[in-house]
Structures are given as C-alpha cells and as structure tokens.
C-alpha cells in the first residue's frame, strides 16, 4: 500500500503470547504490507506508570528483539527507540502551545483516572501526573515528527490518532500552511484477544500470560494451569467455551484448530489438549529463543536500534525546523 504507517509499541511488560497475535505479529505484517513503514518502541511513554528504569530497559530490549525475530526488517522499516530521537521531546514542547487544554481533559485516559478518583470520593487529580495529563501530545509528536500518513489503532488508542490530526490542524491554520501532514487512523487488521491462564483477556496485570521468551518447561506449567471445567475424558466439551482451545485456534493453523475441535468434542482428555497446546506455543516460540539465545542478541538489536535512530533523526530535524521557523521565525540549529 502506499505511503507511510505508523505505530508505537509501548514496552511495559515482558512480551508474551498475546502481544504476540495481538501486536507483534500484525505489525510485521503493516510494514510489510505498506510502501513505507515506520516502528518504534515508545519507551517516553511508559514513564507516566513505571518507575523502575532497569524494567523499562529490559523490556524495551526484549520487544525490540520480539519484533526483530517476528520479521521486521531494519533494512525496510525506520525501526528505532523513542527516547534516541530527542526531537520529540523538542516537537513535544512546542506542540503544546496549540493544544487546547479541554482536548487533554476529554482524553479517555485521563478521565478514567479522574472518574476513579471521584468516585472513591478523592480528590480527581490524585496519582495523575503531567505525564499522563500531556500523553496525548507526546504521542501527537511521535506521529507528526515523521509525517505518518496512516497509524493504525484498536478502539483504545483511536481518541489519540484523532487528537494528533486536530493538533497538526490547528498549528496548519494558526500557522498558515501545510506545516504538518495529518495522518488518518487505520482500523487495525489484528488487534485479536486471546484469553489468558484464567480466562480473562491475557495480560500483565492479571498475571495470567505465557511469556514470549519462556522455556518449554515453564510454558509446560503454565499451560497446566489453564482453567478447564471438570468434564473426564470421554465426555464431550465444548471447545468455544475453554480458553485452551481459544489460545490454540489463534495461534495454530486452522487445520490444526479444526482437528483439536473435532477431537474436544469427540471427548479426548483435557491432559491430552493441553499437550497438543504446550507442543503448538513450543513451536510458535522457537524462534523468539533462538534468537534470545544467540550469542551477541543484546548488542545486536542495541546496533539496530541505534543506526535506527540515526536515520529517523534526519527526518525529525527537519520537522522541528520547519515548526522552529514557523512559531519563531528561525530554524533549528
Ligand atoms: N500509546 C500507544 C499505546 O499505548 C503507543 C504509542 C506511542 C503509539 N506512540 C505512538 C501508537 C504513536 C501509535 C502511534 O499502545
């Protein structure tokens, strides 16, 4: 397709399987599927919630690496970590000048945190910092900093796509000129749920998730752990209901998952699917440990990252030049 997408990968929690079929995987296929592409790992946008920087360190490596391994190629994409473009902070600061205020205070985010508060009868702003209160601008930044034309977005982060496009609108018309391209939300084609070890959606704050970088051992006890009903073997159960056949159907081919329906209903022991299941993710995440386990992996995908960097640099300096002359009438040095 033609022209530009983009999309930020927010690293705060070890990869597993459902960033996997729900991020990771569908990303790859956007940068492959567009003229150009653009990725980054948004670790400016963790800083709001996590406070530990070893984690946030660790977790960008291992995203980075997790994209790395699913396929993008550095080569193809403007693959980089948000925080070696220190434009965007530069972008950020002067991008706030044109966002109202009642547009941050509109942003679901934020108001979640406010309504909470509320109603636990504190003070609104307790726990909320500028961070959180300005995300939305810093996000507009990542995406006008490149000139995206298409970022694609699940319903949670579409809010945000729309705020970049009314910034970029408003500095265009105070501005008097095509300063700032205005990109367009994609419904993303991925975006799937896969239910965790305890049948809600899997995630990190449940604690309920299969890691991406697990040994065969460790996903072994995970997968025992699946919450199942009590049929025995020999009774029929119904595969749409358990979570172990949902996590097998999104990550298996649909020969496999058509044959593991079969078999359910035709009453095989939950042992055995479990087995079926463990064996399929020790597939799927071969390569996520190979590449984890190579000799020099950490260096590398830092190699990449950086000269990633590198290259998106050129293109944010010549935004915030542009934006520089605009608002003071010079460019940037
Ligand atoms: N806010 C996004 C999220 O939480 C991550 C992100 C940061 C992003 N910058 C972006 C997504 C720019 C798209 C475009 O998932």
Same mark, same amino acid.
């Not at 993303?188 to 890691?211: C, H, Q, W």
């Given at each position: 397709m033609k022209g530009m997408v983009l999309t930020g990968i927010k690293p705060t929690g070890t990869p597993h399987i459902g960033n996997l079929v729900g991020a990771i995987e569908p990303v790859v296929r956007l940068a492959r599927d567009y003229d150009r592409s653009t990725i980054f790992i948004a670790d400016l946008h963790a800083l709001n919630a996590v406070t530990d920087a070893g984690a946030i360190a660790r977790w960008t490596h291992e995203v980075a690496l997790a994209l790395l391994a699913a396929g993008i190629d550095p080569d193809r994409t403007l693959f980089f970590r948000q925080s070696d473009v220190p434009e965007v902070y530069q972008l950020t600061l002067l991008l706030m000048n044109v966002t109202p205020k009642g547009l941050m205070n509109r942003a679901h985010a934020y108001k979640a945190s406010i309504d909470a508060n509320a109603a636990a009868g504190r003070d609104p702003d307790v726990g909320v910092n500028m961070g959180l209160y300005t995300y939305p601008i810093l996000m507009a930044a990542d995406i006008l900093l490149y000139g995206a034309d298409c970022v694609p977005v699940g319903k949670d982060q579409k809010q945000h796509v729309e705020f970049a496009r009314d910034i970029a609108n408003s500095f265009n018309t105070l501005y008097r000129g095509e300063h700032l391209?205005?990109?367009? /939300?994609?419904?993303?084609?991925?975006? +799937?749920?896969?239910?965790?070890?305890?049948?809600? *959606?899997?995630?990190?704050?449940?604690?309920?998730?299969? /890691?991406?970088?697990?040994?065969?051992? +460790?996903?072994?006890?995970?997968?025992?752990?699946? *919450?199942?009903?009590?049929?025995?073997?020999?009774e029929p159960k119904e595969p749409d209901s358990l979570s172990l056949f949902q996590i097998y159907r999104h990550l298996g081919t649909s020969e496999e998952a058509a044959t593991l329906r079969s078999d359910l209903e035709g009453g095989i022991g939950y042992g055995d699917a479990k087995k079926r299941l463990a064996e399929l993710i020790d597939r799927r995440l071969e390569p996520f440990r190979a590449a984890a386990a190579s000799p020099g992996a950490e260096e590398r995908v830092e190699t990449v990252l950086r000269e990633g960097a590198e290259r998106a640099r050129t293109l944010a300096r010549e935004t915030v030049a542009t934006v520089q002359q605009a608002m003071l009438g010079r460019s940037a040095v």
């Open positions: 391209r205005t990109p367009e /939300p994609v419904v993303f084609a991925g975006g +799937e749920m896969i239910p965790g070890l305890d049948g809600r *959606k899997m995630s990190k704050s449940y604690n309920n998730t299969i /890691p991406l970088f697990a040994s065969d051992k +460790e996903v072994w006890n995970l997968v025992k752990k699946i *919450k199942t009903d009590s049929r025995g073997v020999g």
